[in-house]
């Protein structure tokens, strides 16, 4: 299976079995670092899927099916299956949806999206070991961002 970002290629859709909602591919680092120590051992070495539900405990789901990963066995909190605060958004820099809508109320705006790009193109970012999703929070910050506007 060829690899292109950190993502496998040519895959089948993988479904979350308990909402039956198509899951989107995330890193094999991404599942290894972040689950709890005492879950790892049970790993399936196949690609995983990462199910963003919000009303879903399932975080990853292995591409057979025969695995799933729920938020309590992993290291950290996963931000879009969260209701109360802090709710992690970015996990490279330690950004959450309160600090987005603390600046907007004080403020009127935020300059958290522009530093945490002006990190990414610096090279600090991690997004593959530390963000659940397996990719940049970007997307997410900016949802906040307009959640918090209106």
Known sequence: MQEHCGYPQNRVRTVCPKNGKVCKPVPQITVTTLIKPEHSSCLIAMPYSFCD???CDVVYVSASGEQVITKNQLQVRVGIKETEDPI????CFD???????????STGQTDIPRVISERVKAGECRCEFTNPRGRCCLGDIYQA???AQT
């Open 53 to 55: 539900a919000p009303d």
């Open 88 to 91: 992690p958004l970015c996990y």
């Open 95 to 105: 950004f959450d949806r309160k600090a987005i809508w603390n600046d907007i109320r």
């Open 145 to 147: 961002v307009k959640q």
